[in-house]
């Protein structure tokens, strides 16, 4: 049996109107939008992302990507972990450039790291969700927490999260 190389991508995705800064928080969105974006699923990427693959690279690149996978999407910090084979990683890194809609809801996916193997994916994913659980608690009251139930709590929110990256 051969073994598949792949390649793990660490995404974000910024939703128009709904974005997490490095300086401030900004919910510009009604209270439906909002709702949409927090009712956003991994399986919600992989649908939106495997179309923009289509789109751009047609049946060939649909069918070399089909052991895509989106492992981990936290929807509070919008940070997910993208597994895919190595022979097409720049044709899924291309592809979520032109990524526009997940759930017909605007969206602006950057790569924040690509690795090579899933421990310094994980890695690579701890520093981030380690970067905003300091951020969060630094501007605690800067956060609207009123609309978003998931930010009530979010030291216990991230050290979830981060437990489920290292149990990956």
Same mark, same amino acid.
């Given at each position: 049996?051969?073994?598949?190389?792949?390649?793990?991508?660490?995404?974000?995705?910024?939703?128009?109107?709904?974005?997490?800064?490095? =300086?401030?928080?900004?919910?510009?969105?009604?209270?439906?939008?909002?709702?949409?974006?927090?009712?956003?699923?991994?399986?919600?990427?992989?649908?939106?992302?495997? &179309?923009?693959?289509?789109?751009?690279?047609?049946?060939?690149?649909?069918?070399?990507?089909?052991?895509?996978?989106?492992?981990?999407?936290?929807?509070?910090?919008?940070?997910?972990?993208?597994? *895919?084979?190595?022979?097409?990683?720049?044709?899924?890194? *291309?592809?979520?450039?032109?990524?526009?809609?997940?759930?017909?809801?605007?969206?602006?996916?950057?790569?924040?790291?690509?690795?090579?193997?899933?421990?310094?994916?994980?890695?690579?994913?701890?520093?981030?969700?380690?970067?905003?659980?300091?951020?969060? &608690?630094?501007?605690?009251?800067?956060?609207? =927490? =009123?609309?978003?139930?998931?930010?009530?709590?979010?030291?216990?929110?991230?050290?979830?999260?981060?437990?489920?990256?290292?149990?990956?």
């Amino acid at each position: 049996m051969v073994r598949t190389k792949v390649s793990w991508l660490l995404v974000r995705f910024d939703f128009e109107g709904h974005e997490l800064n490095g =300086s401030s928080t900004v919910k510009s969105t009604t209270t439906k939008t909002t709702a949409a974006i927090d009712a956003i699923t991994s399986k919600d990427i992989y649908n939106s992302l495997r &179309e923009s693959i289509s789109l751009l690279h047609g049946p060939v690149g649909f069918g070399q990507t089909t052991s895509l996978e989106v492992r981990l999407y936290d929807k509070v910090a919008r940070i997910a972990m993208i597994r *895919t084979p190595i022979a097409c990683s720049d044709m899924v890194r *291309t592809s979520l450039t032109f990524l526009t809609s997940v759930k017909s809801i605007p969206v602006v996916a950057s790569i924040l790291s690509v690795n090579r193997s899933l421990r310094t994916a994980k890695i690579a994913a701890l520093g981030q969700l380690c970067k905003l659980q300091k951020y969060s &608690e630094r501007n605690k009251k800067r956060i609207d =927490s =009123s609309s978003d139930e998931n930010l009530s709590c979010p030291t216990q929110h991230f050290l979830d999260r981060i437990a489920q990256v290292r149990d990956l």
